[in-house]
C-alpha cells in the first residue's frame, strides 16, 4: 500500500531511481517492412529489394551494423552491409537493393545485426 501510494506521488521515473520498479530489459526490434509485399521466388541475377525497420528500445542512442546475406546450400555471400546510429526510441526503415547470385536450389536473404545479435530470414525459391 505505501509503495503504491509511493508511486503515485512521485512518478515512475523517481520510483525507478528508488529501487521500487525494475528499469525496463533492453532490446531491440529487427523486422521486414511490408512482409506481405515479399517474394517466395525469384530468378537468379535478378534485383531484389529487402525493406526492413529497426527500432532501438536499448535506452540510449544506438549504433547498428547490418548485413544482407544470400545463403544456398552451400554457400553463404554477403550482398550488403551498412551502419545506421539511432537514438533511443527511434525507428528507422532501409531499402537496400541487391543482385541475388546464381545458386543452385532453393536460397534465404538474411538481414543480421552484428549487436545486438538478431536476425530475419526470407526463404525463396527459384523461378
Known amino acids: 500500500m505505501v509503495v503504491l501510494v509511493l508511486f503515485q506521488y512521485v512518478g515512475l521515473g523517481a520510483a525507478r531511481r528508488l529501487g521500487l520498479v525494475a528499469k525496463p530489459a533492453p532490446f531491440t526490434e529487427l523486422f521486414f517492412a511490408d512482409p506481405g509485399d515479399l517474394p517466395s521466388s525469384v530468378a537468379s541475377d535478378r534485383r531484389l ?7 532501438n528500445h536499448e535506452g540510449e542512442p544506438f549504433r547498428y551494423a547490418w548485413t544482407v546475406s544470400v545463403i544456398g546450400a552451400h554457400e553463404r555471400l554477403r550482398l550488403a552491409t551498412g551502419v ?31 549487436e545486438p545479435t538478431e536476425a530475419i530470414s526470407l526463404h525463396l525459391n527459384n523461378a
Do not use: H, K, W, Y
Not at 529489394?49 to 527500432?55: K, L, T
Open 84 to 114: 545506421r546510429s539511432l537514438p533511443n526510441s527511434q525507428e528507422c526503415e532501409l531499402s537496400v537493393r541487391v543482385t541475388l547470385p546464381a545458386i543452385q536450389g532453393p536460397a534465404t536473404v538474411e538481414v543480421q545485426l552484428a
Open 49 to 55: 529489394g529487402v525493406d526492413f525497420a529497426i527500432v
